[in-house]
């Protein structure tokens, strides 16, 4: 059952109802959400509801209607994100695990971790002990492979993941291993599942070769009411009558398991397929799927591998893949997780001494416009979720947010595919020299049509949105003329405005964040005439607070302004600098000096690489410009 207690509960009240339900034989997990704060209560025992329901403190008394209860969506509506380690698993990332099915040596496994690492793989699997068809095939290297896959984790900064085969293993495994993986054959292992899920530890496991949906999620009871609550699920294949895979990937396991638990969900394209030229669109289909990421196998030398090397990817392939992974992610609403570089970018080598943050929920990140708003949703995909974040009511009062120290970043929206630069964020950062470019996020502008829950589209009157919004949603509010369009300041604070209007013949346009967030209903999704929408923002910091976003990823990218002297071929001089020292300019602006009639500051952003001397161009340039400023270096997300 749930009990969802009251929000002024006192910890005695609270402590009270804890210890009446553990006294019946319950075991009790409080589950702390951002709306309520619940008690799950499982076990084999019965209480009549009212006896909880009437003690002070409790709010209201809801049975789970699933046989599986810690795993079930209804006892925690927020996804679950996972840590292994550093790595975290679930919410909007994509997680990329891979590395060989099973470990074979010291050379081998280096090998393999050095290039999963290189091409962005955040957690390194191999197995030890392998649970194979035959007697008769490789078994696997055992503790031996353990420790070897120990040292490759430890020598490429990777958390590690391996499979367990037997219970009288899992104490001896958790010496070397980060996540346990329970495989296929084992997913009914019911004392394996108790062994493992009692050492609290993260755990995959992998759908069984025939199980239903069901079934797995009741595995991953048994794991959860044993004591750890830190699993992701695998959907690797099922059997099915179909013998020209190796197995068949039920990708739409994914949205239903995402529906029915608030555990995260990967998929194995590998072992779904068994082909290696099937791995790469079967993981993109994943990842459109929804996944939360995917694990794969990838061997250096396929054609000798001792088990699964047809369906092992060969490292350039992986590499392809990882790209492609990148570039889908943005599309569905994902950002790819990125493992910290090892070495330290050159270009800010000299900001050790700066003091660090690193810790992600102490940080705070100031954007421009309501809860829910775009701005929020590109804080997201560059913070963890946990970071905090300063609704602010202008672009300029986000500006002086990081410039007093209230926030350590703040997300500005500069450029829009459809209605161009936003110059007022590049004239606010020209006017204040203190803060720098440190990093760059995208987003994609979807609109929805967005009421209170119950209104059908025939009861709106009147939608609110900002009046980019509702030029960008032309063609559905034409469709529509009985509908009054009335502007508004901010998207997502049109949604608020609606839903304080508590009116069924009210709708704001906005995107999902904001309906979520205001817990108001979707009624047209997808409304903007032009699909092909995105913002670009910068994340904008003192640089001694930079170093959470630094450590992401290196610098490929800069943003420069400055200013020339009135004579012929002034502006052409600078630009020949970039051009004759290989820098591809992606953007150039100008904008009138504020005070200086007719004068202008240009603003530029290049493209950076390993072979570019970026210090000595900007020496060149200062010594041809009048005024010349570094706004940036940042690593571009396009
Ligand atoms: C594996 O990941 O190496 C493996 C054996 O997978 P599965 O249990 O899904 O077959
Ligand atoms: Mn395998």
Redesign the pocket.
């Known amino acids: 059952m749930i009990v969802i207690l009251k929000k002024g509960i006192t910890l005695q009240e609270k402590n009270k109802v804890v210890s009446f339900l553990q006294d019946k034989g319950f075991m009790v997990k409080e589950i702390v959400g951002t709306e309520d704060t619940v008690l799950g209560a499982v076990g084999t025992s019965s209480v009549d509801y009212r006896m909880v329901e009437i003690m002070p403190g409790v709010s209201s008394v809801v049975p789970i209607s699933k046989p599986y209860k810690l795993a079930s969506r209804e006892l925690k509506k927020e996804d679950t994100i996972v840590s292994v380690k550093n790595v975290k698993i679930g919410g909007n990332r994509v997680c990329v695990m891979a590395g060989p099915?099973?470990v074979e040596s010291y050379d081998q496994i280096m090998t393999i971790a050095e290039s999963v690492r290189e091409s962005g793989a955040v957690i390194l699997?191999g197995?030890a002990f392998?649970?194979r068809t035959s007697p008769y095939s490789f078994q696997g290297l055992g503790e031996e492979g353990l420790k070897l896959l120990r040292k490759a984790g430890d020598a490429f900064d990777m958390p590690i993941t391996t499979?367990v085969v037997s219970p009288s293993d899992v104490e001896m495994m958790t010496g070397y291993i980060d996540m346990f993986?329970i495989?296929?054959?084992?997913m009914q292992n019911f004392e394996l599942l108790k062994a493992v899920g009692r050492t609290k530890m993260p755990v995959l496991l992998?759908r069984g070769l025939s199980a239903t949906i069901e079934e797995w999620l009741m595995a991953a009871e048994y794991l959860m009411a044993s004591g750890t609550d830190q699993v992701v699920l695998?959907e690797?294949g099922i059997r099915t009558y179909e013998r020209a895979t190796r197995n068949t990937l039920d990708c739409s396991a994914i949205p239903i398991v995402q529906k029915l638990s608030h555990l995260p969900v990967i998929g194995?394209p590998?072992?779904a397929t068994g082909k290696r030229d099937m791995v790469q669109p079967m993981s993109l289909a994943l990842v459109a799927g929804g996944a939360s990421g995917i694990?794969v196998?990838v061997h250096n030398k396929p054609e000798c591998a001792f088990s699964?090397g047809p369906q092992s990817l060969y490292p350039v392939q992986f590499e392809k893949l990882m790209r492609d992974i990148e570039a889908l992610c943005p599309v569905v609403g994902k950002s790819l997780e990125k493992a910290p570089r090892i070495i330290p970018d050159s270009i800010h080598s000299d900001s050790a001494e700066h003091h660090e943050i690193l810790d992600p929920t102490k940080i705070v990140v100031a954007f421009q416009g309501e809860r829910g708003a775009f701005s929020e949703l590109a804080v997201r995909r560059s913070f963890d979720e946990e970071a905090k974040v300063l609704p602010c009511h202008s672009f300029a009062e986000t500006f002086d947010a990081v410039s007093s120290g209230k926030a350590s970043y703040a997300v500005l929206p500069v450029e829009n595919t459809l209605g161009g630069t936003i110059y007022d964020n590049l004239d606010l950062l020209a006017m204040h020299p203190e803060l720098t470019v440190v990093g760059e996020q995208q987003v994609r502008v979807v609109h929805n049509l967005i009421c209170v829950p119950g209104a059908r589209l025939e009861d709106i009157k009147k939608v609110y949105s900002h009046p980019q919004a509702l030029a960008q949603c032309k063609e559905f509010l034409a469709s529509l003329p009985e509908i009054e369009q009335i502007p508004y300041y901010d998207t997502a604070g049109s949604v608020e405005f609606a839903k304080k209007q508590n009116d069924k013949s009210i709708a704001g346009i906005a995107g999902a964040p904001a309906a979520k967030f205001h817990k108001m209903e979707i009624l047209a999704q997808g409304i903007e005439t032009n699909p092909s929408n995105y913002t670009r923002f910068y994340i904008i910091s003192r640089e001694e607070n930079a170093s959470y976003i630094r450590s992401q990823a290196k610098s490929n990218k800069a943003a420069l302004s400055f200013s020339v002297s009135d004579e012929p071929g002034a502006l052409m001089k600078i630009l020949s600098i970039l051009g004759d020292n290989g820098m591809n300019m992606t953007k150039l602006e100008s904008r009138p000096i504020p005070g200086k009639p007719w004068e202008y500051t240009f603003f530029v952003e290049v493209q950076l690489n390993e072979e570019i001397e970026f210090e000595k161009v900007c020496e060149e340039i200062k010594k041809a410009a009048v005024s010349f400023r570094v706004l940036g270096t940042y690593a571009s997300v396009l």
């Open positions: 099915c099973a699997r197995g392998k649970p499979e993986q495989g296929a054959r084992n992998k695998c690797r194995d590998s072992h694990i196998e699964d």
